[in-house]
T-cell receptor
Framework: DQQVKQNSPSLSVQEGRISILNCDYT??????FLWYKKYPAEGPTFLIS?????DKNEDGRFTVFLNKSAKHLSLHIVPSQPGDSAVYFC??????????????FGTGTRLTIIP | EAQVTQNPRYLITVTGKKLTVTCSQN?????MSWYRQDPGLGLRQIYY???????DKGDVPEGYKVSRKEKRNFPLILESPSPNQTSLYFC?????????????FGDGTRLSIL
């Protein structure tokens, strides 16, 4: 059962426009969410996170929105730049086993920024 | 530079030949973990360690072993590799004791078991 879902495998956006990546989750116990960015031949790099006590967190060009009632979060990138082309993963720590904080990942969205 | 280092980055080997993938972090992190990434499945946890000599199974531990004799190192051992262990592997670490700390990942090890 996929507890974190990214239903768009790919997204293409014109440079300078807004990129919106979406993520849905099913586990209502999740209380913290992260976005990771991954370039080819590299590991995932932490990008931005949000706690469930907030509905928005902003860091420069990146903003994450959380809608708890809909169990939905989104990552907005404004303005999009060619260097943003990468695979983006949504993730949530599963604290069912105390101390493990296993990250449950979505399957990723490949973002391509068109110059 | 703070980093998680995995070796080797790429390996092609044959069924049954024992192999070890090393992972080392220089951030003095207590928690370390191994994940595998497969198409359409995202990243799945294999094993994790909360500190030296403390390890436990993740979601897909079958066919793998780990050890944590030192804080900085967390090797992944495949005693008798099989083709279904062909995958991309990531090691990660994080600091504990503070809430909501992100995990830091290595650059990955691509294993092909023939």
């Amino acid at each position: 059962d996929q507890q974190v879902k990214q239903n768009s495998p790919s997204l293409s956006v014109q440079e300078g426009r807004i990129s919106i990546l979406n993520c849905d989750y099913t586990n209502s116990m999740f209380d913290y969410f992260l976005w990771y960015k991954k370039y080819p031949a590299e590991g995932p790099t932490f990008l931005i996170s949000i706690s469930s006590i907030k509905d928005k967190n902003e860091d420069g060009r990146f903003t994450v929105f959380l809608n708890k009632s809909a169990k939905h979060l989104s990552l907005h990138i404004v303005p999009s730049q060619p260097g943003d082309s990468a695979v983006y993963f949504c993730a949530a720590p599963d604290n069912t086993n105390f101390g493990n904080e296993k990250l449950t990942f979505g399957t990723g969205t490949r973002l391509t920024i068109i110059p | 530079e703070a980093q998680v280092t995995q070796n080797p980055r790429y390996l092609i080997t044959v069924t049954g030949k024992k192999l070890t993938v090393t992972c080392s972090q220089n951030m003095n992190h207590e928690y370390m973990s191994w994940y595998r990434q497969d198409p359409g499945l995202g990243l799945r946890q294999i094993y994790y360690s909360m500190n030296v000599e403390v390890t436990d199974k993740g979601d897909v531990p079958e066919g793998y072993k780990v050890s944590r004799k030192e804080k900085r190192n967390f090797p992944l051992i495949l005693e008798s590799p099989s083709p279904n262990q062909t995958s991309l592997y990531f090691c990660a670490s994080r600091r504990t004791g503070l809430n909501n700390q992100p995990q830091h990942f290595g650059d990955g090890t691509r294993l092909s078991i023939l």
